[in-house]
Each structure stands twice: as structure tokens, then as C-alpha cells.
């Protein structure tokens, strides 16, 4: 970063407030996923979590398609950390989190994501300020500017 806050512009990328994203170590692709700087943490819509202790693990399924909850796929990995977490209605969880990579439009960075049931909302996906910080600018009224949407 420079002190030139216009050039420090230049090297983000421009996103919308939905785009889609895959995270290739979990071995999940196209995730439709809104991009809010109202939320500081990143969110994965999961089910089926199950905790492995002796092995610090985590395994959990992932549905890719809200339409058809019989197609899951189940992923498994470390445990980064486990933390409160204030949800969009107020409420405190405790959420598990882990660390990926993830990759929008051909741009791949490592992220933590909490493991939550965010089957009430519209997407699979939330990423954070804290995924957003210093790498991208976020344009309110487009979507899909560094993606291509998933079908």
C-alpha cells in the first residue's frame, strides 16, 4: 500500500454484490455468493456438521443446488478456530471456522469461512469484509463484474 489512496485503487479488483466463487480444497465450485461489507465474517451454508476432536477435523455436506437437497457433497478439514458469531437477526452462535483457498475470477486467496445453516437465505455464500479487505471494491448496484454467474 501506498499513501496515494486513488493509486492504491488501481490494484483491486471491482465486484458486485454477487458473484460466484469456488473454493478448490473443499472441491466445491460455481457458489453463488453475495458479497456484503455489512458482515465482517465469511459464511458457508452447510449441514450435517460432524466434529472429529482427535484429529482437530471437521466434516460437513454441502448442498450445491438449493432445488435439489438430495445432491450433497461432503467435504472435510481442519478445524481453524471456533468463535461467537453475531447473525444478520442478532443472534450469537457459536460457529466453527476454517481456512481455503478461494478463487474469483481466476483470482485465488486463502479465506476463513464459519460453517453455519443459512438455509433461510437467498445464498449458499456470504463473504466478508474480512475476505474483501485490500484486495477488492465492491460496486452496489452490479453483479458478476469479476465472475461469470453459476447456472
Same mark, same amino acid.
Given at each position: 500500500?501506498?499513501?496515494?489512496?486513488?493509486?492504491?485503487?488501481?490494484?483491486?479488483?471491482?465486484?458486485?454484490?454477487?458473484?460466484?466463487?469456488?473454493?478448490?480444497?473443499?472441491?466445491?465450485?460455481?457458489?453463488?455468493?453475495?458479497?456484503?461489507?455489512?458482515?465482517?465474517?465469511?459464511?458457508?451454508?452447510?449441514?450435517?456438521?460432524?466434529?472429529?476432536?482427535?484429529?482437530?477435523?471437521?466434516?460437513?455436506?454441502?448442498?450445491?443446488?438449493?432445488?435439489? +437437497?438430495?445432491?450433497?457433497?461432503?467435504?472435510?478439514?481442519?478445524?481453524?478456530?471456533?468463535?461467537?458469531?453475531?447473525?444478520?437477526?442478532?443472534?450469537?452462535?457459536?460457529?466453527?471456522? +476454517?481456512?481455503?483457498?478461494?478463487?474469483?475470477?481466476?483470482?485465488?486467496?486463502?479465506?476463513?469461512?464459519?460453517?453455519?445453516?443459512?438455509?433461510?437465505?437467498?445464498?449458499?455464500?456470504?463473504?466478508?469484509?474480512?475476505?474483501?479487505?485490500?484486495?477488492?471494491?465492491?460496486?452496489?448496484?452490479?453483479?458478476?463484474?469479476?465472475?461469470?454467474?453459476?447456472?
Amino acid at each position: 500500500m501506498t499513501n496515494d489512496p486513488l493509486n492504491d485503487l488501481k490494484d483491486r479488483t471491482l465486484v458486485g454484490v454477487v458473484e460466484s466463487i469456488d473454493l478448490p480444497k473443499l472441491g466445491l465450485s460455481a457458489i453463488n455468493t453475495r458479497i456484503d461489507t455489512g458482515a465482517q465474517t465469511s459464511a458457508l451454508h452447510v449441514d450435517h456438521i460432524v466434529v472429529h476432536k482427535k484429529e482437530k477435523r471437521v466434516s460437513f455436506e454441502f448442498h450445491p443446488d438449493f432445488h435439489d +437437497i438430495e445432491k450433497t457433497i461432503r467435504c472435510n478439514t481442519p478445524i481453524h478456530d471456533r468463535r461467537w458469531i453475531k447473525s444478520s437477526n442478532g443472534e450469537r452462535e457459536r460457529r466453527y471456522v +476454517i481456512k481455503t483457498q478461494a478463487l474469483m475470477g481466476g483470482i485465488p486467496w486463502d479465506i476463513e469461512l464459519t460453517l453455519t445453516d443459512r438455509s433461510s437465505m437467498t445464498h449458499l455464500m456470504l463473504l466478508g469484509r474480512e475476505a474483501l479487505s485490500g484486495m477488492f471494491i465492491v460496486d452496489p448496484g452490479a453483479d458478476f463484474l469479476a465472475s461469470l454467474p453459476s447456472s
